[in-house]
């Protein structure tokens, strides 16, 4: 079973430019979720998928970022325009919920290996 | 402070000895779950604790969760050089399905 991928692994970009992610989940995972880290900060929640719909996006930074997940199968992050700030890591975990009897409880959450994202 | 602190911040030990590595959390939590990150790499989930659960085994690991003292920990037994790596708990915050992590423990072990 093929894990999580994001593409690309890297990317360079300037100040003002704009750069979008690809992140595909596990096959049949509905949950998706993307996180970040920044330079010495720990990995923090952005938001989260349940197949289209944006189930959770309290973590988003501001609006120059924009999640998309059309058809419930990859997700995709923009962002634009990148500011120096946006450097980091981007990580895109999945996850499917627990079946009964204990459905409701959210499963192991699976991660990509992520996309270092420099803003220069 | 962070939903999931860890101690310690980092640890170094030789092969063959145990590691044992801690983690507390604020609010009440769904489950917790650790992860080992290679350097430059990816998140590697390690193993998932509910929280009705105490105490979980999968190989080398071992997993404590302790509910009322919000904390956790993450026991490798007979570690290995290939064991060198950042670990993070993660708490999966109740009724919500985000991801809460630690700043993590950095272990070296050396051969």
């Known amino acids: 079973e093929a894990g999580v991928t994001q593409f690309p692994s890297h990317s360079v970009i300037e100040k003002g430019q704009t750069v979008t992610l690809r992140c595909d989940p596990i096959s049949g995972h509905d949950n998706l979720y993307w996180y970040r880290r920044v330079m010495g900060k720990e990995i923090k929640f952005l938001l989260h998928?349940?197949?289209?719909?944006?189930?959770?996006e309290s973590g988003m930074p501001n609006n120059r970022f924009l999640a998309e997940r059309t058809g419930g199968t990859y997700s995709t992050l923009k962002v634009q325009p990148a500011e120096l700030e946006d450097s980091g890591v981007y990580f895109c975990?999945?996850?499917?919920?627990?079946?009964?009897?204990?459905?409701?409880?959210?499963?192991?959450?699976?991660f990509g290996p992520g996309t270092r994202l420099t803003v220069l | 402070s962070q939903q999931g602190e860890e101690d310690p911040q980092a640890l170094s030990i030789q092969e063959g000895e145990n590691a044992t590595m801690n983690c507390s959390y604020k609010?009440?939590?769904?489950?917790l779950q650790w992860y080992r990150q290679n350097s430059g790499r990816g998140l590697v989930h390690l193993i998932l604790?509910?929280?009705?659960?105490r105490e979980k085994h999968s190989g080398r690991l071992r997993v404590t969760l302790d509910t009322s003292k919000k904390s956790s920990s993450l026991l490798i037994t007979a570690s290995r050089a290939a064991d060198t790596a950042s670990y993070f708990c993660a708490t999966a915050i109740y009724n919500t399905d985000k991801l809460i992590f630690g700043t993590g423990t950095r272990l070296q072990v050396f051969p």
């Open positions: 975990a999945s996850s499917q919920d627990e079946p009964p009897p204990i459905a409701g409880f959210t499963d192991t959450q699976y």
């Open positions: 604790i509910r929280s009705n659960e």
């Open positions: 609010t009440s939590i769904n489950n």
């Open positions: 998928f349940v197949k289209e719909s944006k189930q959770d």
